[in-house]
């Protein structure tokens, strides 16, 4: 592998940190037998493992929960090393099938493992446990200060540049006995809901390599379809965690709790919005875990801006009141979508919940992302843009729709950044008092919300080109809890060939629609609480989910 | 009483607000007896109530605490009217000696007074209680939608406009049975520590007219030290509150848990360092009861920048570990502010509480001021001198000072601001970590900090030109609260005359102090925590207190 100072174009930089890539993969041991070629993978990667891993490997990587795996390797039943040799290889395969990964952390996690097995007692709360994470946010402390950990985040101008400086969360994970094994893929800009860059390409959906694995957090979401990873760590700003969460059907959560520092990421000091880490797993209690473990390092010690507040567990004293999102008042959900919503309601109903419409049409969501969509951008895009520049490397298509195609992105003065920031607290001083109003003339107040996290299933590479379902909870502060719901079956969401869409966006997504297209693709919901009421929503999500009949 | 329309310059229009101020005083009744003409007050305004208030009079504005008088006017042993018609004689008089309001709510107080009094039952935890209020914040909503209420917030600009829409914290107050009786004078911009505008001139101090009473909330701290008034609210953004609280021996808290919807100020939605209004009272109770009564009412519900945190009463299980801030490596403050210090950190010592020292020389508050100064202004400060350019008003000293004469204040890009987050929330960051750093090496953390409000008493008119004792806990984001500690007294703080100041802003302040000149003036002290440890601030006042030998 070469040095990267000698090389020029953009293109040979996007090599250079490919070929690192490669390089890592190359150290899995033993090798992967029976891949497909890229030319001849399968739509689904589904089956993949179980041709290519051993029985034992599918065991630890697929038959047990989080805290059953957990348990599992505290109690000494299960090697550390072994556990992280399985999710190296799955995650390896995972690469070969989706694309997803900027570097296999072999050498780095077979030793921590050996460490961990070495220690006379098994000490921390995630011991042992594999967990993958976002290639941007570096993790420079906790794989010790000796190794040299570069962040491109995705940027062409930053490939190989050296992540400086320790990251608070990761940190905390290693000291509570994890071992990182792998780093995974982000679109350029980390601003697409889909996941493309110039530096490793697209990453593709492991239910149907058609489809979007979402994004941001793309790579870890087709990571964890794959079960190549079960718990990772994504960041969301507009949907970046759940987004990809929903499109391969595992649990994702976006709060604004853990923080950010030794993250890198265009728009440092910027204030209009802000994102934040958080977990994307393959179960609930997982999201809870994360939670649990990242703030008993109290972050908000060492980072300002953070709340001081623990991980404050709530629990209903009676069925929780829920109302349900049908649409946004802007684009109809596809049919699988509002099946979705439909059969949670009714199974909700069933368990005795109190369930009502959330009927928003008078809340404007499109005026919420009119601000919503310059607050992204108050320099008009130019650092990213200029970084783009830098290299030379093309801008994407989902770039452009995100900064050139939205009307309000411009370079704001100070005081057209104040008036916008006015309108955004009035916005959502508004949509806080909607809420309250659910509580007038004797009625109960309203829980959660329950609403569609997408319009569809995963979408089309290239179409992500409506935010609306996630941002609109990141541009209010509220948390938002994703979980699984049901797959598309094209016998049940017919297209509605009736329908007349409202506008262009509508019509955008009512013409993506056909039920063959996202046949067996996840189909995720989201819950959604009132701003800071962070654990309600995961408490909400338990009896949800015990509803729908899950344990 | 004309109307304004037809006025023309801005001495015109200053002259309708004073001519409108003078007509609400001219309501009192009986008229005050016995107050001598502008030219010949007092230099200390302490013994005028005695000569011109009835005995009675003097028993209900001076001789209970905050608690008492609301047990009294709850049990219905004393009538809400009698108590509010004592209370706008003396705020009266507290107007002829400090030029502290700017309107007096003759009419208003007296029949909202007798509206308690007919009630079958008192009701609300401020039941009768009289309120001042700092004018920029409006109260249209308490006052009743048919009272015209304007509010200049001290720019001629201003002078004469309706202030729409409600106020949270007033219409909490209000539901709670408050009797809204006066509104006080803030300085040009409301960013002086001192309290002089075009509208209104001058406030001055009560204990000494050649002082200053404070600013920017200095009507309220003229007020209240006066017993004008016994709970007022003022707003900080850089010691708004706790510099004319200390200036005049109040109470004082800063806290950003209240919300400001309804306020009239200039820079909103300017997020790099916000402002909040909080109480000035004259007994400690007072800090505490204002801010059980402001988060009752939930006020997160409504405006969603504020922390979901009811008050959340802190105890101490053992004597808190205080760390003695003896000057802030910038200006060393005046003899008898440093005698307060001593005094009181040996006071807490023999009370059996841990004292050590807090060295802060390291940690720079002067590169604090750089980023904060700069922080107060990204636009440069062109709106508010749109505003005084606006009427044609000239622009005072102090606004001069804050502004132009700050070298780090210029309209800034948005990189420059987000370059400029980023540098205050490092700051943040390392201001933190030394916090931290106390409880290291076996040692228990520090509780609070205990350190100067000012660089000593109250200042001469025009000499506010440092702000770092008090702006300081504004950039870090930490609660403070002022308390009286000592008076200065010419014998026991003598100028050390071989003291040799270290930089031109230690200079001016080292000059500015002679004994004579501060004879009997006030000295207070201030307690800060934490970030979001509020409660446990008050919890640290009780203690050092009770260690002063204070109930």
């Avoid at 990873?229 to 759940?242: A, F, N, Q, Y």
């Avoid at 959560?253 to 209009?272: D, H, L, S, Y």
């Avoid at 452009?400 to 916008?420: A, D, G, R, S, Y």
């Amino acid at each position: 592998m070469g040095s990267l100072v000698h090389l020029q174009s953009w293109e040979e930089k996007a090599g250079w940190a490919r070929a690192q890539r490669d390089a890592s993969l190359a150290k899995v041991e033993p090798e992967l037998g029976g891949v497909p070629d890229a030319h001849n993978m399968p739509l689904s990667s589904q089956d993949l493992p179980k041709a290519v891993l051993t029985p034992r490997e599918i065991e630890i990587t697929e038959q047990y929960t989080i805290t059953k795996l957990l348990g599992l390797l505290r109690k000494r039943k299960i090697k550390v090393e072994e556990v992280a040799r399985a999710f190296l290889r799955r995650a390896a395969l995972a690469q070969a099938a989706t694309n997803c990964l900027t570097e296999l952390l072999w050498d780095e996690a077979i030793e921590r493992a050996k460490h961990l097995d070495s220690l006379p007692e098994p000490r921390g709360a995630l011991f042992g446990l594999p967990i993958s994470t976002k290639e941007h946010h570096g993790m420079v402390g906790a794989m010790g200060k000796n190794k040299a950990v570069t962040t491109s985040a995705s940027f062409v101008a930053w490939v190989g540049r050296e992540h400086g400086g320790s990251n608070l969360l990761y940190d905390t994970f290693w000291d509570q006995g994890c071992v990182f094994f792998a780093r995974t893929t982000q679109p350029q800009t980390i601003m697409h809901l889909e996941t493309e860059s110039n530096v490793y390409g697209k990453t593709v959906n492991p239910y149907n390599r058609e489809l979007t694995s979402g994004g941001s957090s793309g790579g870890e979401s087709a990571l964890i379809g794959m079960r190549g990873s079960i718990l990772g760590v994504g960041g969301d700003i507009g949907g970046s965690i759940r987004c990809p969460a929903a499109h391969v059907g595992i649990y994702g959560f976006n709060i604004k709790r853990v923080g950010t520092t030794g993250f890198r990421t265009p728009g440092a000091g910027k204030e209009t919005i802000s994102g934040c880490p958080g977990p994307m797993t393959v179960d609930r209690d997982g999201l809870e875990l994360f939670m649990k473990v990242a703030l008993s390092a109290k972050p908000w010690r060492v980072e300002p801006s953070l709340t001081v507040k623990e991980w404050t567990p709530y629990t209903f004293t009676r069925p929780p009141k829920i109302a349900v999102q049908w649409w946004d008042g802007v684009v109809r959900p596809h049919p699988p979508m509002t099946r979705a919503l439909r059969e949670v309601a009714e199974a909700c109903r069933k368990a005795g919940m109190e369930v009502v419409d959330w009927d928003c049409e008078g809340l404007s969501h499109q005026k919420g992302w009119d601000i919503l969509s310059a607050l992204y951008w108050p320099d008009g895009g130019k650092e990213v843009l200029g970084l783009i520049k830098e290299s030379g490397e093309p801008i994407l298509p989902l770039t452009k729709f995100i900064i050139h195609e939205q009307p309000t992105v411009k370079e704001l003065t100070q005081h057209e950044l104040w008036q916008l920031c006015v309108k955004r607290d009035e916005y959502r001083a508004r949509y806080a008092q909607a809420w309250s109003q659910t509580g007038d003339g004797g009625n109960r107040e309203v829980d959660v919300i329950l609403c569609p996290p997408s319009f569809g299933a995963a979408t089309p590479h290239g179409q992500s080109r409506y935010w609306g379902y996630t941002a609109h909870w990141n541009l209010l502060d509220y948390p938002a809890a994703v979980f699984p719901a049901t797959k598309v079956d094209p016998a049940l969401d017919i297209k509605d060939l009736s329908y007349v869409p409202k506008n262009s966006q509508d019509r955008f997504v009512y013409d993506m629609y056909s039920p063959e297209r996202f046949r067996n693709a996840p189909v995720s919901l989201q819950v959604v609480g009132r701003r800071q009421e962070d654990e309600k929503v995961l408490a909400a999500l338990v009896e949800i989910e015990r509803a729908m009949g899950r344990a």
